[in-house]
């Protein structure tokens, strides 16, 4: 029986690094970016003024009803004819607003399961709409979706793999390169997904020990 060939690794070890610290980089500019722009949004969706719902709701269903990979062909063929951007930041501004979409939605549920009365209480002792928003309710409603919005964390360093397609330099994009050079092609991409699970699993981790942290303490 034939078994992996884990001399693959060894020897093409600085393709495989390379690709891990890009996905890593990616990875996090992505949580960063779309956390914050997800957040934007869904604070307007649920905004006293029309147009800013409007905006938000139509930012939404539009995003997340495409397939990502749209996204990131608009950015690299479409936005850089007029910006210079190389396939690694073409692919992870695509990828930070396609994660936005779903951040918004997870907190804007957040958002709406804090009692009305809390708003209203800020308020009336003298904070703005966005102060209130800020200091009183958003605290509150990140707390109660930390645990979808950490399934969406996961979900974006593995969506990071299709950044191969515009020559990312993730991990995927690494595993490419290492095939065409050995032809193992399938014990490539078996240490290219063991490579992912050593960024997912701790993550994942990390997200569910929040969550039963988050469980004790209510």
Known sequence: MKTLDFSIFTTHFD??????????K??????VFSFILGVIIAVMRIAPVK???IFGTCYVEFIRNIPLII???????GLSSYIDLNGFEAGTIGLSIYTSSFIAEAVRAGIQSIDKGQMEAARSS????????????????????IPPIGNQFINLVKNTSILTVVAGGELMYAGDIISQINYRIFDTYI???L???ALTIPLSLFVNHLEHRLARKN
């Not at 393709?15 to 890593?24: D, E, S």
């Open 15 to 24: 393709l495989f690094l390379q690709g891990f610290l890009n996905t890593l």
């Open 26 to 31: 990616i990875s996090v500019l992505g949580l």
């Open 51 to 53: 147009v800013l719902n």
């Open 71 to 77: 996204i990131i062909f608009f950015f690299y063929f």
């Open 126 to 145: 003298g904070l703005s709409y966005l102060q209130a928003m800020r200091f009183i309710i958003l605290p509150q409603a990140i707390k109660i979706v």
């Open 191 to 193: 240490l290219v997904g």
């Open 195 to 197: 490579c992912f699970l």
